[in-house]
Antibody, heavy 118, light 111 residues
């Protein structure tokens, strides 16, 4: 069965970086893309970007351009999302999700809480 | 900020029909298909409807989606207690708002 398993919770200081992993199993990793979505406490969903696991092409939300980098390691079927220059408003649960060609997200990771606090 | 607008809340008694609206624009709903996600308390979102009105395997047929112009709707017929959750519409966006946008979210309460 398809599973996306994310790394554990992180606590970071303002200005630091965080790298969240998302290990996929149960399907051919390079046949789908991975999107990252975050949710601040008590807030809605925010799309962060997308990476093709086939060729590494990326597309990031404009507001995060320059601070976010998404990568994949096809040898371990793992996707990564790195966010730099963290601010308090980056505190959120970060989700990875598999992207179907038609453009919807059919499987989601369990979420990773990133807390940014001094 | 979200560019797809949903009512913040909706409610109904068990067995009733509840409808959630999602209002967008020509660059998102008007030119792309709409997806709906359900988020139960404390869990990750789950795909509920894709391509405007398609249900993934395992989603009960009491959930249905529709789209007209720059708006979309999610209907829950025969409301059940386990349907109490947050619901988000989403679509790809061809403008600088995008490329992918979520709705503001609607909290459904079963009375």
């Amino acid at each position: 069965q398809v599973q996306l398993v994310q790394s554990g919770a992180e606590v970071k200081k303002p200005g630091a970086s965080v790298k969240v992993s998302c290990k996929a199993s149960g399907y051919t990793f390079t046949s789908y893309g991975i999107s990252w979505v975050r949710q601040a406490p008590g807030q809605g969903l925010e799309w962060m970007g997308w990476i093709s696991a086939y060729n590494g092409n990326t597309n990031y939300a404009q507001k995060l351009q320059g601070r976010v980098t998404m990568t994949t390691d096809t040898s371990t079927s793992t996707a990564y999302m790195e966010l730099r220059s963290l601010r308090s408003d980056d505190t959120a649960v970060y989700y990875c999700a598999r992207v179907i060609a038609a453009g919807h997200f059919d499987y989601w990771g369990q979420g990773t809480l990133v807390t940014v606090s001094s | 900020q979200s560019v797809l607008t949903q009512p913040p809340s909706a409610s109904g008694t068990p067995g009733q029909r509840v409808t959630i609206s999602c209002s967008g624009s020509s660059s998102n709903i008007g030119s792309n298909t709409v997806n709906w996600y359900q988020q139960l308390p404390g869990t990750a979102p789950k795909l509920l409807i894709y391509s405007n009105n398609q249900r993934p395997s395992g989603v009960p047929d009491r959930f249905s989606g529709s789209k007209s112009g720059t708006s979309a709707s999610l209907a829950i017929s025969g409301l059940q207690s386990e349907d109490e959750a947050d619901y988000y519409c989403a679509a790809w966006d061809d403008s600088l708002n995008g490329p992918y946008v979520f709705g503001t979210g609607t909290k459904v309460t079963v009375l």
